[in-house]
């Protein structure tokens, strides 16, 4: 069974970010500042936005048992390649 591993992106601009941020937020989950925790549905994920770096680290810390890591993973990195296209 894979485990929820830590995903580093880079480089992310402060705009792309705010992209993030915002599709997190219309999705419910709300993420809010550089770096936090936020759930919704069973699934928890922390951030941690370093801007002088550009770089973004997502990590889901938990989810349902019907959820998988490898589909976690997947759909964080949907997301975020999506936005910095």
């Known amino acids: 069974m894979s485990q929820f591993q830590p995903q580093v992106f880079q480089p992310v601009s402060p705009a792309q970010f ?3 941020t915002a599709k997190a937020r219309a999705a419910g989950l709300p993420i809010a500042g ?3 925790v936020a759930s919704r549905f069973g699934v928890e994920i922390s951030w941690n936005y ?8 997502l990590h ?3 989810a349902p048992f019907f959820v998988s890591a490898d ?3 997947t759909q964080i990195q949907s997301l975020v390649q999506q936005t910095l296209s």
């Open 60 to 62: 889901c810390l938990r």
């Open 34 to 36: 550089n770096s936090g």
């Open 71 to 73: 589909d976690v993973n």
């Open 50 to 57: 370093v801007p002088e770096a550009q770089q973004l680290t």
């Open 18 to 20: 705010e992209v993030l």
